[in-house]
Structure formats: structure tokens, C-alpha cells
């Protein structure tokens, strides 16, 4: 990532913005991966969730990615947990972005396809997944994630900033309706229009 770091913390901003004109409540959880994973806080309101800063996003090292996922549907599990049955959320998406393959976890794949495929299946989770550097439909169905809810995204800063905006789109949808049905044909072609292609 850190040759579009400073796209992809433009991009998570904006967002983050454009999220919280939407109706409705959410709050956020933000985990940041290289070769470990740092919860960068916590079940944040929207309104109140930090956007990021130099201090809190300096991309680094390999890619635990397999890791970073488990211990997100972990932690969002125990979050969930505390909260009374009356005021869980209606919806709990889970977003991945990642300029690299899997290279330095030690959760296996099959661990991490159970999990997914469980929260899926029992809960409704949705789980989105953009990779750039990949396959990303490959990648994503791998770990039990629905190949339409992924993404390509080209290794630039516009793919990153397009990305992002596709993103908060589906967000949007799914705060809406209570569903999305993935990825389209125009955010496909964002991807294809940006520089990095």
C-alpha cells in the first residue's frame, strides 16, 4: 500500500463522510494488517469514528491476511456479545482491501472459510473483498466469500479512490435495504478507467 498510501487514507475518508450522511445509525471497526493486526479502534460510532492520519495508517511488511480476517469475525463476534440482544445491528458487513497476497499468516485458509461461511450462512453477514495484485474473485472464494461481493482494484491511487467509492455505495445499499447484491459492471469499469489499468 504505500504507494497509494496516501489515496487509500483520502479514500477511507471520504468514506467515512459520505457514510455518515446517510440515515440511520452504524458504528465502525477498523483493523489495520501487514505481517501483525492492530485494531485501530474499536465499535465507533459513525459520527465519532476517527478518520485516519499518517499516525494511524503507515502501510509495512507482508500480508497476514488470513489473520487479519479471523481475528476481525473474532472480534466482532465478542463486540456483538456485549451488546444487548434488543440493540445488536440489523446488518454487520465486513470489508477487506488488500494490495497483497496471502504471505505471513498463521490462521490457515480453511479456518478462515469457516468462518466466513458461518457468519454468512447463520447470521447474514456480508462480506465484501477488494484485492488488488490478484484475483480477487479467486481469493475471495477461497475463504468462502461470494465472488460477486469482490473486487479487482487497480494498484493506483484512482483505483484506490474508486474503490472506495463502489464501496460505500454497496455500504449504502445494504443500510438501505438490508442486502447488496455485490459488485457491478460499473464498478468493474471504474477500475478498468483508472490509470492503473
Excluded at 29 to 35: A, K, P, Q, R, Y
Excluded at 88 to 101: A, C, E, F, H, S
Excluded at 102 to 116: F, I
Excluded at 143 to 165: I, R, T, V
Amino acid at each position: 500500500m504505500s504507494s497509494i498510501e496516501d489515496d487509500t487514507r483520502g479514500g477511507f475518508n471520504t468514506f467515512l463522510s459520505d457514510q455518515k450522511d446517510e440515515e440511520g445509525t452504524a458504528t465502525v471497526t477498523l483493523f489495520d494488517f501487514n505481517t501483525s493486526v492492530e485494531c485501530v479502534y474499536r465499535g465507533r460510532a459513525l459520527e465519532t469514528a476517527p478518520e485516519l492520519t499518517h499516525d494511524t495508517f503507515t502501510p509495512g511488511g507482508r500480508t497476514a491476511l488470513h489473520d487479519a480476517i479471523s481475528v476481525a469475525i473474532t472480534d466482532t463476534v465478542d463486540l456483538l456479545s456485549e451488546i444487548h440482544a434488543d440493540e445488536r445491528p440489523d446488518n454487520v458487513i465486513v470489508v477487506v482491501l488488500t494490495d497483497g497476497k496471502e504471505n505471513a499468516s498463521e490462521t490457515p485458509q480453511e479456518r478462515v472459510r469457516e468462518q466466513v461461511e458461518k457468519r454468512r450462512e447463520e447470521f447474514d453477514w456480508e462480506f465484501l473483498f477488494i484485492g488488488a495484485n490478484q484475483d480477487a474473485a479467486l481469493t475471495a472464494s477461497k475463504m468462502g466469500m461470494n465472488q460477486n461481493k469482490s473486487l479487482d482494484m487497480a494498484h493506483s491511487g484512482e483505483g484506490a479512490q474508486a474503490a472506495y467509492e463502489s464501496t460505500s455505495e454497496r455500504i449504502s445499499e445494504v443500510r438501505r435495504t438490508g442486502e447488496t447484491s455485490g459488485y457491478d459492471e460499473q464498478d468493474r469499469q471504474r477500475q478498468e478507467d483508472t490509470d492503473g489499468n
